[in-house]
């Protein structure tokens, strides 16, 4: 149905607050770089009106902090554009700061904790290798 694939990768040793909110702010950045993804909005039958919500699936796995650094360098070898969280960003409290103590860190030192990808299946799919469905 999709010639595409939405994937979203989390460090498997997260808190179950972490994995939620890296979650949230993974999927921000997907749809900030497609927002076409978006489709209508809801209405029930009251007639209440509700956010419009993503047209595709996305898929959520977890993978240990080795896997999720070899996830981080083969989406960076293909360049394709991802959403990335890493560790230091839970001790910010908003955009700013996040983008500050990201800038700080390289690939090789990156405590990357989840990262988000929207691009072609096979190639998502590529990247993915060795992380698992959440649990």
């Excluded at 409290?93 to 800038?103: L, T």
């Excluded at 390289?106 to 992380?131: C, F």
């Amino acid at each position: 149905m999709f010639d595409t694939k939405i994937a979203i990768v989390l460090r498997n040793n997260l808190a179950t607050w972490q994995k939620l909110n890296v979650t949230a702010f993974l999927m921000s950045g997907i749809v900030g770089q497609s927002p076409q993804i978006i489709g209508e909005a809801y209405r029930d039958r009251a007639g209440n009106l509700f956010n419009a919500l993503s047209i595709q699936p996305v898929i959520v796995l977890a993978a240990d902090e080795a896997a999720i650094a070899t996830i981080h360098r083969r989406a960076l070898e293909r360049e394709v554009p991802a959403s990335v969280f890493i560790e230091e960003m839970f001790a910010t409290g908003h955009d700013v700061a996040n983008r500050a103590v990201f800038a700080e860190y390289a690939p090789e030192d990156a405590k990357v904790v989840g990262i988000a990808l929207r691009t072609e299946k096979k190639i998502v799919d590529k990247i993915m290798k060795g992380a698992t469905p959440h649990p």
